[in-house]
């Protein structure tokens, strides 16, 4: 069936940089020659319904703003067989013949079983700060988070260097250790503590023994926000009992990190996987997200996408280490 209609739609976690991709998905479609319609709330709206058509003026003046203006929720009825079918039924009504679907894991893995069940065709497109999908080197998002956990962590290290403690930092990343690394590379932390390591090693006591420097008075430590890890109140706690020689203190970023206007990074990135999603519509591609290899945009398949096989580069720890002595 050949396409007319195009919907758009975010879903779970914003990143900055998702108006840039509804842009450039509602622009480029109707430079081709589609009807788009926008969808509210993420599958949430596509069950009730919340959708409204887009023009060329619908994205005018959102290049630079953080958030979603279509909004974004996380449906738990859209993971039911019968709220599928409800937003099936709401989609045909609409007229639209094909989704582009922005945000993370969850949002790539319901499209995976909508597409499957009703042979709907959709592209993804990977919003989301802790850049966890597999197939792409970066997802859209990642960039600004990036720089306002570095921001953050110059400004903690001006009242870090007035006293002696010891600063745990907790950024996000889900199950994946990007942020806190990176992060910490970027603003020369003294250590990162990451989900991918903490199996393998007690990297808190590691920390103590081995990279808390007797040559500082005080340290920066990003800490991932995973169960694993414990995360920075976990970790401050642990101090206490264990190493009660140090004064710890937590900050914990949280949804900070999630605002802001997107890097120029993040928003050239979003603009290219945007136009590219309607590229691969008009190509009959179906079941795949836009990534990016090497500079190069690729077609993901959502399975590959979904598959969390994507790991940090553990060598960078070393660089840490190094750097921080």
Known sequence: MAIKCIGVLTS??????????IRAVTRTAIFNGYAVKGIMRGYHGLMTGEIKEFKSQSVSNIIQQGGTILKTARSKEFRTAEGRKIAYENMRKEGIDALVVIGGDGTLSGAQTFASEFDIPIVGLPGTIDNDLDGTDETIGYDTALNTIVDAVDKLRD?????????????????????ALNGAIASGAEAAIIPERETEVDQLAELIHN??????????????????TGGAMGLAERIKKEFPEFDARVTILGHLQRGGSPTAKDRILASKMGAMAIQALSE????????????????VPFKRAISHSTHVDLSDLEIIKILSI
């Open 12 to 21: 779970g976690g914003d990143a900055p940089g998702m108006n840039a991709a």
């Open 159 to 179: 009242t870090a260097s007035s006293h002696e403690r010891l600063f745990f930092v907790e950024v996000m990343g889900n199950t994946a250790g990007y942020l």
């Open 284 to 299: 009959g591609q179906r079941n795949v997200m836009i990534g990016i290899k090497n500079g190069e945009l690729v077609y």
């Open 211 to 228: 990279g808390f420097r007797k040559s500082k008075n005080s340290a920066i430590v990003l800490v991932a926000e995973n169960p694993t």
